[in-house]
C-alpha cells in the first residue's frame, strides 16, 4: 500500500476542503511544493473563500486520486496561512506575475501550508486507515 500512496502524493493536483458554518467546501488546487509526506503548500489569495475559512477554523483535507484503477488517498490535518517572505519567495514562479501584479511582494499573495496529520487510502471498494508517520 505504500508506494500506491507515494504515487498518489507525488500527484500536482488535489483537491481541497474546509468548512464553514457546518458546511463543507471542496476545490481543486495545484501542490507548488511537498516536504516529506505531511506538508504540501500551494498559492492563494488573502481575500479568497478558503483564506477567510481557514482563518476561522484552520481544519481541512487534501484528496488526491488515480486513475485508470481508481484509487484515492485523503489526508486530513490543519491549514496555515503563510505571509514569511523568504517562503514566498521560494514558492514564486515568473508565471504568477500575471496574478500578482506587485509580484510576490503583492498584499493579496499568500502560501497555503496543509500539515496532515492522518490519513485514509481507498482502493477497490475497500478503504484503510494509516497514520502519516509510517508512510
Request: aromatic share 14%.
Amino acid at each position: 500500500m505504500n508506494a500506491k500512496i507515494q504515487g498518489l502524493l507525488d500527484k500536482k493536483i488535489a483537491f481541497v476542503g474546509s468548512e464553514s458554518e457546518g458546511k463543507p467546501y471542496i476545490k481543486a488546487v495545484i501542490i507548488t511544493n511537498r516536504e516529506g509526506n505531511d506538508t504540501f503548500y500551494f498559492d492563494s489569495n488573502h481575500d479568497s473563500l478558503r483564506a477567510e475559512h481557514w482563518k476561522r477554523n484552520p481544519n481541512a483535507c487534501l484528496y488526491f486520486y488515480g486513475t485508470p484503477i481508481y484509487r484515492g488517498v485523503m489526508l486530513s490535518g490543519t491549514m496555515e496561512i503563510i505571509d514569511d517572505l523568504e517562503i514566498k519567495k521560494q514558492q514564486w514562479k515568473r508565471s504568477k506575475q500575471s496574478i500578482y501584479k506587485a509580484g510576490v511582494t503583492d498584499p493579496d499573495y499568500c502560501i497555503m501550508k496543509f500539515t496532515a496529520t492522518k490519513g485514509r487510502y481507498y482502493s477497490m471498494y475497500e478503504t484503510e486507515d494509516f497514520d502519516i508517520s509510517e508512510l
